[in-house]
């Protein structure tokens, strides 16, 4: 054929014109130079790889869900700067807006109930015993008393303890709950305390099945020495036994501590996967036979990983970029891509004909597979690089920025090192080595074979030598396959299942939710976990407490203002959410109280509570009662204390089944505050979990939408065919919402965890989809053998592919967190789907469009009588361009040139 004419082609063969010309010139370069190539990426990964010593792990969980613009952060900082609380001196937990530093014990009762006058003896010892704690620091030795915050000069003590002086002739302790009023000035809550309670009708607490303790630590002063604290807390819990209790603990590090160790304790299950995919890939590569397989390629190209993972960790890190727990899922990623190209790489090698030097053999090898591995690699970067930019969580970012590093370093390594390894494995089959040992090879018939290790380590068997080296056994299964699929019956029934597929998968995609327990965070059997599963039990009613507030000047002695109020707290009081009025602390509805009691009605005579400067004179009053104290820490008054310029109300919550019922309710109350006429804020101290929720399902679906259109576009760059970039997004589109909608029946919600991992391995599905697109296209023939040669030419590369992701997470059958237990399950829903999709539904979208472009083209020629200049010479009208207009051997001469 003559040299094609770059400038005579038509502009929309450019892109693949000018990969397929690169590539081919790169593949004899390699060929001529493979040791250089073979160095070079060892030397980039020593230089990067220092990086890991400037490491910065974040395992905060507030951070896991941060959003840009979280309310909860942000009224955080308003309610510290208006309200700001002494943990020295002034403690409250109802009004702390932290989680804090602090130990936690949760006794379950083995009999009835924890309130018995026969066992309080053992919750006494436990109080001491976490009280006796001693520690020894810089500063010297230090107990609880020594760290604990506290109310006014003793340690924050619970109510709880308040009443064993109770003269009670029976053995059950009866208190008032979930509030007590007996005291004259101060009230105690037992709601916090007291889990699985039944209650008589006097409203006393019949029988409780458990009971928390709270030891707040003073985190202002004694950081270093809380650390040491806590963890001499967990010891001392680890090792205390009581006779009627069940003992649950945990303190305010425990989850974070657990995401730390969440890949440490994986480091087993990935050492066993890495063996798999090694022997899967050497085992596959073996093809077709001991001479001609090249196991070596698949064992060096999970070396390449490996490096490019070093690389793009090393250069995150030195960039300044943190370490988060699920990066560590982010090898087995880079991973799965690199076996993907290496399989595809592989194909065209086998499809290149024996007989021709290696040099050429590379050369066409690199020029059949660069399209389809540059376009995988490129949606794969920009998915990620998307997922940067669009997701609200910085968790996220950091996991899809350091994603993308390793990928555009696996793309380099991947066309250089495992190049060049290729090369030496070509070597040694033009020599007729063993391909795993390098030993020669004895031909002898296959009856005078011993043995299967002889067979597979030292003879090759009788080898009938052709022009390709084409699997004959594993392309018959294939091509049976692509024959199968075109048949009309075939392709009605792949229609029919597929949108049976859909339909389902969509169906269920839009009843998906967005639940994630804090306490799904930990391990599986650690101390941590058996503690949230206890708490979920039985401390599901009274979750928090809600601080609304006002942080601008208004008139609270407008009765307008009064009645609006107060007709709006009256609405959330009647809501779900909240409780009735009896826990909620109101320093205006208490006020208003006082001045309707006729006791003190005759001390004010000549006050008028409508007016703005009275109305704050007895307000001030008011506040020095011992009754209204606690309301010093609610209201803000100017510098000349003449007006009041902020103030915050207390609500609790009510019954909750659950965290994720708890959000559903949170976010509904929240667009309701919205439309209150006077605006107020609210915020509860675990707020930011219930914001970083919220914006699951819309972030992971903008994510998934914007991607598909970009990959839909990246894709119609290179193939300039509407038809074939249409099929592509319908794949893409079709396996996001089937792993939406399946994962759902396999009990799987979507969070930011799911998010992450359907992220991640959705361009998979472009990946896989591309290659049968690359393989389609190319083919010079009818719809037909379109479809049976692309199937044949890449659907064992994308069973090779597939497959090794799924072995990749194999090992995770028995997950050692709810983490790990999601990753797989969504792992293998998209490897599946997108794999059918790959070899089932998209070659016969591509031949069903391609048919009906042909029809329509010659249905118009018919009418019009005229020629169609692009009209193959078998009829056959092509949608998109024809490869044959490529000619990649035309480069050979500018090739040997270099």
Avoid at 369 to 376: F, G, N, P, Q, R
Wanted: proline share 3%; hydrophobic share 45%; net charge positive.
């Amino acid at each position: 054929m003559e040299k094609m004419d770059v400038a005579t082609k038509n502009k929309c063969q450019l892109p693949h014109h000018i990969f397929v010309r690169n590539f081919y010139i790169l593949g004899g370069y390699i060929t001529r130079n493979p040791y250089w190539f073979v160095a070079l990426p060892f030397f980039i990964t020593l230089v990067l790889s220092t990086g890991l010593q400037k490491i910065k792990e974040i395992v905060d969980m507030e951070y896991f869900v941060t959003m840009d613009d979280s309310d909860t952060f942000r009224y955080r900082k308003i309610l510290d700067t208006l309200f700001p609380m002494n943990l020295s001196s002034e403690f409250d937990l109802g009004r702390y807006t932290r989680l804090g530093s602090f130990g936690a014990v949760m006794l379950v009762s083995k009999d009835d109930s924890v309130l018995k006058k026969s066992t309080f003896h053992e919750i006494l010892l436990l109080d001491e015993t976490v009280k006796n704690i001693t520690i020894v620091s810089e500063s010297g030795e230090k107990r609880y008393k020594d760290l604990c915050v506290k109310h006014g000069n003793s340690c924050y003590m619970h109510d709880f303890f308040t009443f064993e002086d109770r003269d009670n002739s029976t053995d059950n302790i009866n208190i008032p709950y979930p509030i007590d009023f007996s005291n004259k000035y101060t009230f105690k809550f037992y709601g916090i305390s007291f889990g699985g309670v039944e209650i008589d009708n006097r409203g006393l607490i019949k029988t409780a099945k458990a009971l928390r303790l709270f030891y707040y630590l003073d985190d202002s002063r004694y950081k270093n020495d809380i650390t040491l604290w806590e963890n001499e807390f967990l010891r001392t819990m680890k090792s205390l036994r009581l006779p009627h209790f069940d003992v649950y603990y945990i303190v305010s590090t425990s989850v974070a501590y657990e995401m730390h160790l969440i890949p440490l304790t994986a480091i087993p299950y990935f050492v066993v996967a890495a063996h798999f995919v090694v022997l899967f890939t050497a085992v596959t590569c073996m093809v077709p036979n001991s001479v001609q397989g090249k196991p070596w390629v698949g064992i060096m190209t999970s070396i390449s990983s490996l490096l490019s993972s070093l690389s793009g960790f090393g250069l995150a890190f030195y960039l300044g970029i943190p370490y988060i727990f699920y990066n560590a899922i982010i090898p087995f990623l880079i991973l799965g891509v690199s076996m993907d190209d290496t399989f595809v790489l592989l194909s065209a090698w086998r499809h290149t004909e024996k007989k021709n030097s290696i040099e050429q053999r590379m050369s066409e090898a690199y020029s059949t597979a660069s399209l389809a591995i540059t376009i995988t690699s490129l949606t794969n970067v920009i998915t990620f690089t998307i997922g940067y930019l669009m997701s609200p969580y910085d968790s996220v970012r950091v996991f899809c920025i350091v994603t993308t590093f390793c990928l555009v370093f696996d793309y380099v390594y991947q066309i250089t090192f495992v190049g060049g390894c290729m090369v030496l494995c070509g070597i040694a089959e033009e020599k007729d080595r063993h391909c795993f040992t390098f030993m020669p090879v004895k031909y002898v018939e296959n009856t005078e074979i011993r043995g299967i290790f002889q067979k597979l380590l030292y003879y090759s068997g009788h080898i009938q030598l052709t022009t390709t080296s084409k699997t004959s056994f594993l392309l018959e299964i294939w091509k049976k396959l692509g024959e199968l699929l075109t048949k009309k019956v075939s392709k009605l029934v792949v229609l029919v299942l597929f949108i049976v597929y859909f339909v389902f998968g969509l169906q269920n995609a839009t009843q998906i939710t967005n639940e994630l327990e804090m306490g799904n965070m930990a391990l599986y059997n650690t101390h941590t976990d058996k503690y949230f599963t206890q708490y979920h039990k039985y401390f599901v009613q009274y979750l928090v407490r809600v601080q609304v507030f006002i942080d601008r000047p208004i008139n609270y002695a407008d009765p307008y203002v009064n009645r609006t109020l107060h007709d709006m707290f009256q609405k959330f009081e009647s809501s779900s959410l909240f409780c009735n009025s009896s826990l909620t602390e109101s320093w205006l509805r208490s006020f208003h109280e006082f001045l309707n009691n006729e006791k003190y009605r005759g001390l004010l005579p000549d006050y008028n509570i409508t007016d703005k400067k009275d109305f704050i004179r007895v307000l001030r009053l008011f506040l020095h009662h011992p009754l209204a104290r606690r309301f010093q820490k609610d209201i803000v008054f100017n510098e000349n204390r003449t007006e009041i310029i902020a103030s915050r109300f207390l609500f609790h919550t009510n019954y909750t089944k659950s965290d994720s019922m708890f959000n559903n309710m949170w976010w509904d109350f929240l667009d309701n505050v919205k439309n209150e006429s006077i605006p107020v804020k609210v915020f509860h101290r675990f707020g930011y979990f219930s914001d970083g929720f919220r914006k699951v399902i819309p972030a992971t679906l903008q994510t998934i939408g914007i991607s598909a259109g970009i990959v839909a576009f990246v894709c119609f760059f290179f193939f300039f065919s509407f038809s074939c970039t249409l099929c592509v997004a319908i794949c893409i589109v079709s396996v996001a919402i089937g792993v939406l909608g399946y994962m759902r029946l396999w009990g799987v919600s979507l969070n930011i965890v799911s998010m992450t991992v359907i992220i991640t391995i959705s361009g998979f599905s472009v990946d896989y989809a591309s290659h049968v697109s690359c393989a389609y296209l190319f083919a010079s023939k009818s719809s037909k053998q379109r479809l049976v040669s692309a199937i044949m030419d890449v659907g064992l590369p994308i069973f090779q592919a597939g497959s090794t992701t799924i072995l990749c997470i194999i090992p995770f059958i028995i997950p050692p967190c709810y983490t790990y237990n999601v990753i797989m399950k969504v792992v293998i829903l998209v490897s599946i789907f997108a794999m059918t999709h790959a070899v089932i539904f998209l070659p016969v979208f591509l031949s069903l469009v391609d048919d009906a472009c042909s029809h329509f083209k010659n249905l118009f020629k018919r009418r019009q009588k005229v020629n169609i200049s692009n009209k193959s010479d078998n009829g056959h009208v092509n949608c998109a361009f024809d490869a044959k207009d490529v000619n990649i051997f035309s480069y050979k001469n500018d090739t040997m040139k270099l």
